[in-house]
């Protein structure tokens, strides 16, 4: 299976934005795609972030798909799963699953959920998931103060579980009005102790329509 996994360094930091203007992207220029989100919580009552990831792929069914992990509450699976609510299950299998929805794409575009160390049950995390598809990995970061940890963090993470990061993706969440400087330094800085790794910037935008000349990059930086 080819494609993108979308991880982050946190939540609400820009993933489903991105994976939607990446998967726009990739059908603009002639590619059959499976954008999927395995693992929803929040499901309240419609997995929003799959289905805007199955929109833009143009295969809705992908959204309400069986074997992929839906919960009610705003928790990651592990806390849902203590207050007895439902388990992830096996990771392999999870990923058996996304391999049969997305059969038929030349690219699969997978949305994690929050960021890497999301805990999946007792022993597992989303960089365990994400070693488990071997698709190239993505980093979404805010680009914002603090950023660099939270970055160098997550690659320490994913590194750990020998999964290798081909992109981040410095993302413009937050108004333009706040003011922080850090915002132009912070893909120079993290050039410089991650050298092998391809930075991308994001401007603020409105719509994840407006993000899709940025995810051309994304493409053009993954190869795909
Ligand atoms: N480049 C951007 N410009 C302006 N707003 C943005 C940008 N990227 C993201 N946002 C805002 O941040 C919100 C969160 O983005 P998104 O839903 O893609 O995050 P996420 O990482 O997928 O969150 P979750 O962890 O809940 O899945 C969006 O609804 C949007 O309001
Ligand atoms: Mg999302």
Same mark, same amino acid.
């Given at each position: 299976? @080819?494609?993108?996994?979308?991880?982050?360094?946190g939540? =609400?930091? =820009?993933?489903t934005?991105?994976?939607?203007?990446? *998967?726009? /992207?990739?059908?603009?220029?002639? @590619?059959?795609?499976?954008?999927?989100?395995?693992?929803?919580? =929040?499901?309240?009552?419609?997995?929003?972030?799959?289905? %805007?990831?199955?929109?833009?792929?143009?295969?809705? *069914? $992908?959204?309400? !798909?069986?074997?992929?992990?839906?919960?009610?509450?705003?928790?990651?699976?592990?806390?849902? %799963?203590?207050?007895?609510?439902? *388990?992830?299950?096996s990771?392999?299998?999870?990923?058996?699953?996304?391999?049969? $929805? /997305?059969?038929?794409?030349?690219? #699969?575009?997978?949305?994690?959920v929050?960021?890497?160390?999301?805990?999946?049950?007792?022993?597992? #995390?989303? !960089?365990?998931?994400? !070693?488990?598809?071997?698709?190239?990995?993505?980093?979404?970061?805010?680009? /914002? $103060?603090?950023?660099?940890?939270?970055?160098?963090?997550?690659?320490?993470?994913?590194?750990?579980?020998?999964? *290798?990061?081909?992109?981040?993706?410095?993302?413009?969440?937050?108004?333009?009005?706040?003011?922080?400087?850090?915002?132009?330094?912070?893909?120079?800085? $993290? !050039?410089?102790?991650?050298?092998?790794?391809?930075?991308?910037?994001?401007?603020?935008?409105?719509?994840?329509?407006?993000?899709?000349?940025? /995810?051309?990059?994304?493409?053009?930086?993954? @190869?795909?």
């Open positions: 299976m @080819k494609g993108a996994f979308i991880t982050a360094t939540t =609400g930091v =820009g993933k934005w991105l994976a939607t203007a990446l *998967s726009t /992207a990739c059908v603009q220029r002639g @590619k059959r795609v499976a954008a999927i989100k395995p693992i929803e919580t =929040g499901v309240d009552p419609d997995a929003r972030d799959a289905i %805007e990831l199955a929109r833009a792929c143009g295969n809705e *069914s $992908l959204a309400t !798909a069986d074997g992929l992990y839906r919960a009610k509450e705003p928790l990651a699976p592990y806390a849902i %799963e203590k207050r007895g609510g439902p *388990s992830v299950g990771l392999r299998a999870m990923t058996k699953r996304i391999r049969e $929805l /997305a059969k038929d794409a030349d690219y #699969t575009i997978v949305e994690g929050g960021g890497v160390l999301v805990p999946l049950d007792r022993e597992r #995390t989303i !960089a365990d998931l994400a !070693a488990q598809l071997d698709l190239q990995t993505v980093i979404v970061a805010r680009n /914002a $103060l603090g950023v660099l940890s939270y970055t160098l963090t997550a690659v320490e993470a994913l590194r750990k579980r020998k999964v *290798s990061v081909r992109a981040i993706v410095l993302n413009h969440v937050d108004r333009k009005r706040r003011d922080d400087m850090s915002r132009t330094s912070n893909a120079d800085v $993290l !050039a410089d102790y991650l050298p092998r790794i391809p930075i991308l910037r994001v401007p603020r935008v409105q719509t994840p329509g407006d993000m899709v000349d940025a /995810a051309t990059q994304l493409y053009n930086t993954l @190869k795909i």
